[in-house]
């Protein structure tokens, strides 16, 4: 079975904080995204890797930031948290297998006060 | 751009059958998802179709693609109280990406 699991499931930062979400996959997966879903908005890619120190903009990237150092792992980086990124963060992971399934953590719910 | 849309709310009475409609634009794409998120937790695939197929069925879910429409339906028969959840369409792009829907969010009246 894949496993998905992201660093908090829920989070509580300050306006101004430096905030960090990791994400962990164990199925050697290349490809590894970064999403926020907001109420009526569906899913949000913000940054997407396709390999260790790779790194793509989704279509939501500005305030955010991000890190792969090891396969296994992807990063989310608020430089200073904001309220409007308050949300819900959820990373996903995806081989070049047939059918390029992505399979999805828990997710994070942030908030910024 | 691609886009993929579906409405944001279906509600049905226990133990009728839900359809969950999902239009897209991309006509190129192979496969086409549909993905289930129960409450508080991440998403998780249900099911999927190819887009050299017309229906697939897996139990009480049977997959509609329609690929001159441009539309997929997922229709659950006798819906359950566990089938709450919020059920989202996507299409995979020429890279290997999934396109979204914005997520219909499937309530269960008794």
């Known amino acids: 079975d894949v496993k998905v699991t992201q660093s908090s499931r829920y989070l509580v930062k300050r306006t101004g904080e430096k905030v960090f979400l990791e994400c962990v996959q164990d199925?050697?997966?290349?490809?590894m995204f970064w999403y926020r879903q907001d109420p009526g908005l569906g899913l949000r890619l913000i940054y997407f890797s396709y390999d260790v120190k790779m790194k793509e903009k989704g279509d939501i990237p500005e305030g955010y930031s991000v890190s792969r150092e090891k396969k296994e792992r992807f990063s989310l980086i608020l430089e200073s948290a904001s309220t409007n990124q308050t949300s819900m963060y959820l990373c996903?992971?995806?081989?070049?297998?047939?059918?390029?399934?992505?399979?999805f953590g828990p997710g994070t719910r942030l908030t910024v006060t | 751009g691609e886009d993929v849309e579906q409405s944001l709310f279906l509600s049905v009475r226990e133990g009728d059958s839900s359809v969950i409609n999902c239009t897209y634009t991309?006509?190129?794409?192979?496969?086409l998802y549909w993905y289930k998120q129960e409450p508080g937790a991440g998403l998780q695939l249900l099911t999927y179709?190819?887009?050299n197929m017309d229906m697939k069925q897996d139990q009480r879910l049977t997959v509609l693609l329609n690929k001159k429409d441009k539309h997929l339906s997922l229709r659950i028969a006798d819906t359950q109280t566990g089938d709450s959840a919020i059920y989202f369409c996507?299409?995979?792009?020429?890279?290997?990406?999934?396109?979204w829907g914005a997520g219909t969010k499937l309530i269960i009246k008794p």
């Open positions: 991309d006509s190129s794409s192979t496969y």
């Open positions: 996507a299409e995979m792009d020429s890279n290997y990406q999934l396109i």
């Open positions: 179709i190819f887009s």
């Open positions: 996903a992971s995806q081989g070049a297998r047939l059918l390029y399934e992505q399979y």
């Open positions: 199925m050697d997966h290349e490809n």
